[in-house]
């Protein structure tokens, strides 16, 4: 008998909810357990894994996917190794279910205080990495949340295999085997289901490209951790220490490219633009990192110099490419920051005390750095231990997203018979 | 000319979100200067408004709005006042903006903290009580947020009286008169563009009846913080302190009817239910509270009890009816209010130690509370000076809704020139 795609989402859902119930008072030592036995399951699966991701590598081929989404698809041993140790590393993190804060007296002589707790269930929608299915199921399991994952149709005998890993290790472990499930149909539609079934899902968390998470967005009647573009921007402050100046916005630029929190425009002050400006030219050469710059910039560093259009401000290049704007002072900074900017991470370099203290407070992006490069704004940099995504929202969770994330608080109230007056 | 709606709420979205960066660094001084002078010039216009809300009160007589609307309507002097008292008790209010918590440092040398901020623009949808607008108002301008507020077409001249107010007061205070603007329009439309234009609204909170927040839920594009049911429950432990649970059980249902966080359903364990529910439903016959109950109940009761049904457990009366039941152990009543309940508010009357931390922990609603009555789930009680709702989701803030549920944190991280190895 078919199914059909709605019946099967809508088995899905109960079955995460009714999983969710059970991980919700799941204590720490069981959780670790399961990820242990996942661990060792998926230890002891390493052939089947590596041989369903061939079959994906093959079909990818095949279909002639592009080269940096099959690098993305390709579980090497290499990577295997390090699931397996992100699993060990998610064990090691602390649990954040159960934490009560600010407990304190209230004149009716109540006390309270907030008490940290699962969010439920977690949808994933993902694409190409199926070491995202691993991440993204160790990280719901120790927040105390069932997950349904549904990677992209190119990873899916991958996506198979690691889950059936997991289902063996769960099993080991005595937490249902249901609080981690891949969707398991190329079928289109089961997307439309899982971000709309409001009862099942409590949240859903996109990774992929900027039109996946757009559509996602828009269609959702499910809260959405999201992270779209990463446009950052490094200020180089009059009163800037020029060498860390010139490592910081060579290393924000040319430390990686193709990250979200790479430096993609430069903002230099006037009264440093002449000094600072063929240094850092000079080193980014050497990169063959092309500059596109105002006028003032063109001025300085001449003919190496493209003409940035309005464009350039909004771009995320993503590549050896950098917008370079020469700036009368920091207010015209944050402006230019606030309005271009996709509010993700923008840093300062000052040595002014007045100026570092304004530019955190009136810069509007989930990462404010003063004298650090922007390549920090990562999960594990800030000691989260692991990252689900970034947001670049400001509803629930700002910036990179770890295990609280996945939690909520809620109130508890302890008591000696009190009733209102 | 004749604007249409969407250009009229375009153009309020866009001064909304130009205020929004003006207030987002207003000081803390300025920010209560304006509540003051918003105090003061309301104390001038006092006439005027209340002259403004009668003629609201006279359409809504001639409309035959029903009593209890008309009464949520009126402004009496009494409730003048408290409008401006109100505004004093924010000014007083600590505030959030700009707190820093959790700096830290990791390995790498750069400090890594948080800095509250505000959302933004707060989009607020809500009936008949004029006093919302200037709560509502308050609490976004002392957060830091603009607010666009739409009131019910029953209220729009007592709105738009305050709003005139709030405007004298913002003109005083040097902050954007567009930081607070009430929708001069009874054309439905404005809803619709309010709660989908995610370019200019950061949050939507609507305050009224269930169809509302049901409809405003199913549409926005933009997260709700939204309130629906308060089917709250009690549970008496066979380990209680019968005084105690009787003066609980009495408050939480009869303190006051027709509110989200009085008892609907209360759970009575066996080993003290004979002695229990004839004590307690002695003093609700005072009160004249019907009681609906299970077969056990009725055993106890006798004919004054009317059989509940499965509808009753799921129902919030905002009325002196109360369903009642007796239950075998605690692991039966979580899961009876878990199910049944709408993850409010919910209260366990006992002394034994191990029960109430389980209670604790695996009641899912947004305040669980020990021996102490279920009336406590309140803005005021639970010290956060005011309330701008109270939230049944667990995205972004639970339970009630305070100053800090109109904030953000964003990361912060200062560094001496780090640079990403």
Request: charged share 20%; hydrophobic share 40%; net charge negative.
């Amino acid at each position: 008998m078919q199914q059909s795609i709605a019946e099967y989402m809508q088995t899905v859902g109960q079955q995460a909810r009714q999983a969710s119930q059970t991980l919700a008072s799941a204590s720490t030592k069981t959780k670790n357990q399961a990820l242990m036995a996942i661990h060792d399951a998926l230890e002891q699966q390493q052939a089947e894994v590596l041989a369903a991701n061939q079959i994906d590598m093959q079909n990818g081929r095949a279909n002639q996917l592009d080269s940096a989404l099959l690098d993305r698809l390709e579980l090497t041993p290499a990577r295997f190794a390090a699931m397996l140790q992100g699993l060990k590393d998610v064990a090691q993190l602390t649990d954040p279910i159960g934490e009560i804060t600010d407990l304190a007296y209230r004149p009716s002589g109540i006390q309270i205080g907030k008490m940290r707790v699962p969010l439920g269930v977690v949808g994933m929608i993902y694409e190409s990495r199926p070491n995202v299915t691993l991440e993204a199921a160790s990280l719901a399991l120790k927040s105390g949340n069932a997950i349904i994952l549904r990677g992209g149709s190119e990873a899916l005998q991958s996506n198979k295999a690691i889950a059936h890993a997991i289902q063996l290790g769960l099993q080991q472990s005595g937490l249902p085997e249901t609080s981690v499930q891949v969707i398991e149909t190329a079928d289109r539609a089961a997307v439309g289901h899982l971000i709309t079934m409001t009862e099942f899902v409590d949240v859903i968390v996109p990774r992929g490209g900027k039109g996946l998470i757009e559509r996602i967005s828009r269609e959702a009647r499910i809260p959405v951790i999201k992270h779209l573009d990463g446009n950052c921007h490094v200020y180089v402050d009059s009163q800037a220490d020029l060498d860390k100046a010139l490592a910081i916005a060579f290393n924000a630029k040319t430390h990686r490219y193709g990250v979200c929190n790479a430096m993609e425009s430069l903002l230099v002050h006037q009264a440093v633009a002449e000094q600072f400006l063929p240094a850092i030219a000079a080193k980014y050469a050497e990169k063959q990192v092309e500059l596109r710059g105002c006028e003032q910039t063109q001025k300085i560093l001449g003919q190496q110099v493209i003409a940035a259009t309005e464009e350039d401000w909004y771009t995320e290049y993503l590549a050896p490419i950098l917008a370079v704007k020469v700036i009368a002072n920091m207010d015209d900074a944050i402006a230019h920051i606030n309005k271009y900017g996709s509010h993700h991470t923008d840093a300062i370099v000052t040595e002014n005390y007045t100026l570092a203290r304004q530019f955190l407070a009136r810069v509007d992006s989930s990462s404010v750095m003063i004298n650090a490069s922007t390549r920090f704004a990562d999960g594990f940099e800030y000691g989260l231990g692991a990252e689900i995504g970034i947001s670049t929202d400001k509803i629930h969770t700002r910036g990179p997203v770890g295990l609280e994330g996945l939690t909520s608080q809620k109130w508890i109230v302890l008591g000696d018979g009190q009733i209102r007056q």
